[in-house]
């Protein structure tokens, strides 16, 4: 079945410091990747999405690139803040099927320290 | 946009109580989804609503839980006979169906089985 493997946390930053979260994946087909966020005390929330092979999404100054290649899918950040300490979850979901039936993997908790 | 709500927020019961929670959606999706999360782990799918039909459910969701969504509005999802292994974070999560759509977490429900 579908599966997510991401990097296990925690992971200690310094504000400022580059992020990479590494991510891949086990799918048939074609899925469609995601990076969802959980700030402390909330909902989880979508923070980017790639559709197809090479798209690449963005947003609040998170990248990943989807690489079917590599099967993967990390995020990387080039200057993280403290407002970014959250749980990251990598995430796929078939293109087929006519819903979303997600896949996360286990989660990756980033602390950044002043 | 009221988002996605849960209640309780929290609820402690003793083994062997029955539970239900429930979630109301965004008011104009009509994909409802529910999953739990374990400290550590990503959540995991368990259900999926169209409107008012249950139309998959997940091998983790054993003869002692139920979830309903009459009228394909708000949902209940009810654990009879709790165990300590029903300690969890259930979400609920709703879409509008579009493909490859976002799905919109509430905050969850924390159970904690005594």
């Known amino acids: 079945g579908d599966s997510v493997t991401q990097m296990e946390g925690p992971v ?11 991510c891949t994946y086990t799918a048939t087909g074609y899925p469609s990747l995601f990076w969802y966020v959980q700030y402390p005390g909330e909902g989880l929330q979508l923070l980017l999405k790639a559709t197809k ?10 990248e990943a690139t989807y690489r079917k290649e ?14 970014d300490s959250a749980v990251y979850f990598c995430a796929l979901s078939p293109n087929s099927g006519g819903y979303q039936k ?12 002043p | 946009d009221t988002g996605v709500s849960q209640d309780p927020r929290h609820k ?3 083994r062997g109580q029955n539970v239900t929670f429930r979630c109301d959606p965004i008011s104009e999706h009509n994909r409802l989804y529910w999953y739990r999360q374990t400290l550590g782990q990503g959540p995991e799918f368990l259900t999926y609503f169209q409107n008012e039909a249950q139309l998959e459910k ?4 054993s003869d002692r839980f139920s979830a309903e969504r009459p009228k394909g509005s708000f949902s209940t999802l009810e654990i009879q006979r709790t165990e300590q292994g029903d300690s969890a974070m ?4 709703s879409s509008s169906g579009h493909p490859n759509e976002k799905l919109f977490f509430g905050s969850g429900t924390q159970l904690s089985v005594l």
């Open chain 1, 102 to 113: 997600v896949t996360f993997g286990i989660g990756t908790k980033l602390q950044v320290i």
């Open chain 1, 53 to 62: 092979a090479d798209d690449k999404g963005s947003n609040k100054g998170f």
């Open chain 1, 70 to 83: 590599t099967t993967s899918f990390h995020l990387e950040k080039g200057s993280v803040q403290v407002s």
């Open chain 2, 12 to 14: 402690i019961t003793k």
């Open chain 2, 90 to 93: 259930y979400l609920c999560a």
């Open chain 2, 58 to 61: 997940s091998r983790l969701l």
């Open chain 1, 12 to 22: 200690t930053l310094s504000e400022e410091a580059f992020l990479t979260i590494n």
